[in-house]
C-alpha cells in the first residue's frame, strides 16, 4: 500500500507521497518544465542517498550540502545557500528539493521562501520527525537566543516519503521522530498514542508497512490542523504542546547537544505536570509520563538547567504575549488549551527537577 493524499494551503494544495521505494523515481513524479533542480541535503544523508536519488534525475541536478545537524539552520548557512544558488544560475523557475531531515527541511524551506523571493521546493524528508516538519509550510532558521525566530509561511509543492530510507536512522533519531507522532496523539488522536505504546519500540524502526502505517496517521493528524489553521491564529499553535520548554532547553543547551525530540519530550512531560497544577484535573500525567520514560525519554530537567535562563528563553516564545509565558496544557487527551501560566508556578515545577 502507498497511500497518497493531499494537504490545502492557502497558495495551492500538494500531494504527501508515502511510496517505499520511491527516492528511485522522484523525477518521474515532479514536474519537468523547471529550468533548474537544486538539491539540498546534508553530510550524513548524501553518502547514504543521493546518488540513488540523482540517479533518477533526466536533468542534471545542482547539489549543495549542509554539515549535519541543527547548527546549520543558521544566518550563515542560509547566506551560503542563496549566494550558492545565484552562482549556479538558480532562477525564478527553479526548485529546490529538500531532502534531509527537519533541519534541512526547514532550512531549504526557507531559502526557498526568500529566494528571488521565493520559488518552488519539494520536501524529501528522511527522518520520521520530519513527517512532521515537512507537512504545513512552516520553514526557518535559529537565532542564538532563539529556536526558528526567522522564518516563513511557505508551502511545499510536493512531500514524498519513501519509508526506506528510516532504517538506517540511528536509534536516538528514530526516538526523536516519535515524539513528535505521541505529541499528535495525545493533542489530537489518543488512539494513535495507544497504538504506538502497544506496537512501536523506540529502539528500533519497525518494519516498512508498519512505518507506511504510522507515517500515514500521524501526518494526517498535521493535516486536520494545518488545514484549518494554517498561518497559527489558533488551534495551530497545539502542535506546539512541548515545545514552550523544548524549544528553551535546545537554546540553552546549545544547539544540537539535545535532539529535538528528546526536548519536546521533556517539555511534553513538564506541561502535563503544569496541566495537572493549573487545571487541578484527573488527568492522568503520571501514567503517561511513565510511558515516556519506558520509552527511552527523559523527564526530569538536568540540574546544571539554569532556571532564570530557562524562564527567559520561554518568554521569549513566539507564543508568549507581553512578556506572558503561554503554554499548551492539556485538560484531557485530545483537548489541548493555551494558557498563559503564572511565572512562579513554572519556576516551582523546574526547581523541584521538572516533573518528578
Ligand atoms: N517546520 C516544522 O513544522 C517543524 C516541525 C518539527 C520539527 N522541526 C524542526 O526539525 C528539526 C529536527 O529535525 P530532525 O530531527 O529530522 O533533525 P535533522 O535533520 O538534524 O536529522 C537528524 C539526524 O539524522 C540524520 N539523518 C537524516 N536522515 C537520515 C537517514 N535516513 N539515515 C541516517 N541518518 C539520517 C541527519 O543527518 C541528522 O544527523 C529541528 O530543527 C526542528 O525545529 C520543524
Ligand atoms: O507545525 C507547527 O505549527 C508546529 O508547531 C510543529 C512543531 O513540531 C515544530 O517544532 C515547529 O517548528 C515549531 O514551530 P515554532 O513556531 O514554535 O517555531
Ligand atoms: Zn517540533
Not at 54 to 59: A, E, G, M, T, V
Not at 204 to 209: C, E, L, R
Request: proline content about 4%; glycine content about 8%; overall charge neutral.
Amino acid at each position: 500500500m502507498s497511500p497518497e493524499f493531499t494537504v490545502r494551503a492557502s497558495s495551492h494544495t500538494y500531494p504527501v507521497i508515502i511510496e517505499p521505494g520511491c527516492r528511485h523515481k522522484l523525477y518521474e513524479k515532479i514536474n519537468h518544465s523547471y529550468s533548474q533542480y537544486f538539491i539540498i541535503t546534508d553530510t550524513n544523508v548524501s553518502p547514504l542517498y543521493l546518488e540513488e536519488v540523482k540517479r533518477s534525475f533526466k536533468k542534471t541536478a545542482v547539489v549543495y550540502t549542509i554539515p549535519a545537524g541543527e547548527g546549520s539552520k543558521s544566518l550563515e548557512q542560509f547566506e551560503k545557500i542563496c549566494s550558492f544558488a545565484l552562482d549556479h544560475g538558480i532562477d525564478r523557475n527553479s526548485v529546490i528539493i529538500a531532502l534531509g531531515g527537519g533541519v534541512v527541511g526547514d532550512i531549504a524551506g526557507f531559502s526557498a521562501a526568500s529566494y528571488m523571493r521565493g520559488i518552488d521546493f519539494i520536501q524529501v524528508p528522511t527522518t520520521l520527525l520530519a513527517h512532521d516538519s515537512s507537512v504545513g509550510g512552516k520553514t526557518g532558521i535559529n537565532l542564538p537566543g532563539g529556536k526558528n525566530m526567522i522564518g516563513a509561511f511557505h508551502a511545499p509543492k510536493a512531500v514524498m516519503f519513501d519509508p526506506e530510507v528510516f532504517h538506517t536512522l540511528p536509534e536516538r533519531e528514530w526516538r526523536s521522530g516519535l515524539a513528535e507522532v505521541i505529541k499528535h496523539g495525545l493533542i489530537y488522536d489518543y488512539s494513535l498514542y495507544s497504538w504506538v505504546c502497544e506496537n512501536v519500540s523506540a529502539r528500533q524502526v519497525p518494519d516498512t508497512s508498519k512505518l507506511v502505517y504510522l507515517l500515514e496517521r500521524s501526518v494526517k493528524v498535521k493535516r486536520a490542523i494545518v488545514e484549518s489553521d494554517e498561518k497559527e491564529k489558533g488551534i495551530r499553535a497545539f502542535l506546539n504542546f512541548g515545545h514552550t520548554l523544548g524549544h528553551a532547553i535546545e537554546a540553552e543547551a546549545g544547539y544540537g547537544l539535545w535532539t529535538h525530540g528528546e526536548a519536546v519530550a521533556m517539555g511534553m512531560a513538564f506541561a502535563l505536570k503544569v496541566s495537572e497544577e493549573v487545571f487541578q484535573t484527573s488527568l492522568d500525567s503520571g501514567k503517561i509520563i511513565n510511558q515516556l520514560e519506558q520509552l527511552g525519554y527523559h523527564t526530569s530537567l538536568p540540574e546544571n538547567m539554569n532556571t532564570d535562563r530557562l524562564i527567559d528563553r520561554m518568554k521569549r516564545d513566539k507564543k508568549g504575549i507581553n512578556g506572558q509565558i503561554r503554554f499548551v496544557l492539556l485538560e484531557a487527551p485530545e483537548r489541548p488549551k493555551l494558557v498563559s501560566v503564572e511565572e512562579g508556578m513554572l519556576r516551582n515545577l523546574i526547581q523541584i527537577g521538572g516533573v518528578k
